[in-house]
């Protein structure tokens, strides 16, 4: 257990008033660490997390706008812990089962994010933060940069691939553009990707929807057997509502997603009205968010592996693959 984790823990049975109350470690990683205690979790948010948008996000979540799309948090403030960490108190849900994919609730996800991208935001309270996926596809490439790990195919695959990614997708308007010098490099694309963006913004008309930023499987619960909400908010906030298409979409294009599930999910989200995948051809409005979200994805994956000491595990191998093919697509069109 963390140093946070053993914070988070007693500072869990101090609000609970019980000093033996059994508490539960659901998570304990640097970006999230999370335990439970009966029906509350609490969650000790990343370091640092700002404090103005959480309490945004909070109100977000807590809005009747979003009630039975969001899990509300419970109303029981608690203070940060010793090393600065914020944390908040939730209600406790039953996750996805990791070991029944057969009974993985895509048809809820794609009507959820359906409701929630259809919430009115000027109602929602403010300044609503930008959504964090771009941000965190970012922090990606930047992780494995900084793992200095030996030159490969698939570090330079995944280099080239998020290289062709719009200033956008590669969160450079919410940043403070580290990726000056890697733009230097590529001045010879300029005149593509200057074209590429301007018909990517094109396509992008409905770009300041709530967004969820970080939609998998693994943020659904249900309180009851059909009652799913989504959760995790870190990422909360206005965006491009592609972009929570985009993980499943990228899984679907890497072969981990069987058709069928990956047309219960879309299904589901244009049935319920979802304005990001209109109701032919998706692809167009989805394929720059699933390459950002093909990238990230690989690029944790050879940091992770990398940093344990150990080999890609079949579904990293086939993301680091799907890198590799939009590498040499992006080779292909110059």
Do not use: N
Not at 101 to 119: C, I, M, S, T, Y
Not at 169 to 178: C, E, I, Q, S, Y
Not at 220 to 226: C, D, G, M, S, W
């Amino acid at each position: 257990m963390s140093q946070t984790a053993a914070q988070l823990v007693a500072a869990l049975r101090r609000g609970r008033r019980d000093a033996t109350a059994e508490v539960t470690v659901l998570a304990d990683r640097p970006d999230a660490t999370v335990v439970r205690c009966g029906q509350v979790v609490a969650k000790a948010h990343p370091p640092g997390t700002d404090p103005a948008e959480l309490a945004v996000r909070l109100g977000i979540a807590a809005h009747p706008r979003c009630a039975g799309i969001l899990l509300p948090p419970v109303d029981d403030g608690m203070a940060a812990l010793p090393d600065g960490r914020r944390v908040t108190l939730w209600p406790y849900g039953e996750p996805v089962a990791p070991d029944a994919p057969d009974a993985a609730p895509w048809v809820e996800a794609g009507k959820l994010l359906a409701r929630l991208h259809a919430v009115p935001v000027a109602e929602l309270p403010g300044p609503l933060p930008a959504m964090r996926g771009p941000v965190k596809a970012a922090r990606a490439i930047a992780r494995l940069r900084a793992a200095a790990l030996p030159d490969s195919a698939a570090i330079r695959a995944v280099s080239h691939a998020w290289a062709g990614l719009p200033d956008w997708a590669r969160g450079v308007d919410r940043t403070d553009r580290t990726d000056r010098a890697d733009r230097r490099d590529r001045t010879d694309r300029r005149d593509h990707r200057d074209r590429t963006d301007h018909r990517d913004r094109a396509d992008r008309q409905e770009a300041d929807r709530l967004c969820h930023g970080d939609l998998h499987l693994g943020q659904l619960i249900r309180r009851r057997a059909t009652d799913w909400r989504l959760i995790d908010i870190d990422d909360l906030g206005l965006g491009d509502p592609a972009w929570d298409l985009a993980r499943p979409a990228a899984w679907y294009a890497a072969g981990l997603l069987v058709p069928e599930d990956w047309d219960r999910f879309l299904g589901a989200y244009r049935a319920a009205g979802g304005p990001a995948a209109g109701q032919g051809d998706p692809w167009p409005r989805l394929d720059v968010p699933a390459r950002a979200l093909t990238v990230q994805t690989a690029a944790l994956a050879l940091a992770k592996a990398a940093a344990a000491g150990r080999a890609l595990d079949e579904a990293e191998e086939a993301m680091v693959e799907a890198a590799v093919r939009i590498a040499r697509y992006m080779e292909a069109v110059g």
